[in-house]
């Protein structure tokens, strides 16, 4: 799980993994979690990983952290402009790591599901518009780099739409995993 500082990914993370909402603190670097999931009726063990989104940690995350890693959650805070602005550091730092670590192309990198998170805060004219919200998802496809960006809204905080991105993350994480085995 990717994105910035207070942007909402550990109480996402802890909503997963069952820690009550506001009881918890936050990684110094990362956290880790094992779940299973169930995804058309199959179990799949998930190792999910939360991050800091502060930069004095993160800077820490070297590329043999993002080795092997299936899926991408990349997360901002659906009121915070800058949390925005810094999904494409977050999705380059993400990208320039896989490919460090020996992925030959694009083509090869692995998926990532956006999260816009906060949503049961009501939306106000600082809040980042669907519109814009759209062009950042359709800019990603024309580049190539995804087919389809699948984007979630969350409430942490009211356990809205939690499992549902997890369930996709989960489908992609699998998918990709099986054809890079095949690749190999
Ligand atoms: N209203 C509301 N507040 C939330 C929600 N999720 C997180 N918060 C609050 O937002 C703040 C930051 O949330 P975190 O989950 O710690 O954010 P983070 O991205 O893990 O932060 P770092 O670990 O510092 O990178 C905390 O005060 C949370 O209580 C949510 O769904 N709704």
Redesign the pocket.
């Known amino acids: 799980m990717l ?1 910035d ?7 996402i993370f802890n909503e997963i993994v069952g820690r009550k909402f ?1 009881s918890y603190t ?2 110094s670097t990362f956290d880790y979690f094992y779940k299973e999931i169930m995804v058309d009726n199959e179990l799949v063990g998930c190792n999910i990983w ?1 991050t ?3 930069e004095k940690f993160t800077t820490n995350l070297n590329k043999s952290f993002y080795r092997d890693v299936n899926c991408c959650v990349l ?1 901002f805070d659906l009121h915070f402009e800058d949390s925005f602005k810094n999904l494409n550091k977050w999705m380059n730092e993400f990208h320039s790591k896989c490919l460090e670590n020996g992925l030959e192309n694009m083509e090869l990198l692995p998926p990532f599901v956006l999260i816009g ?2 949503s ?2 009501p939306r106000t004219d600082i809040s980042i518009s669907n519109e814009r919200i759209e062009q950042w998802c359709k800019n990603i496809e024309g580049q190539g780099i995804i087919d389809k960006v699948h984007y979630f809204e ?4 009211l356990s809205q739409n939690i499992i549902m991105p997890f369930n996709t993350i989960t489908k992609l994480a699998l998918n990709y995993s099986n054809s890079i085995q095949k690749i190999k």
């Open positions: 994105g500082y207070r942007s909402g990914k550990t109480a506001g936050n990684p939360d800091a989104g502060h997360c998170t906060k049961d805060i969350t409430s942490a905080k």
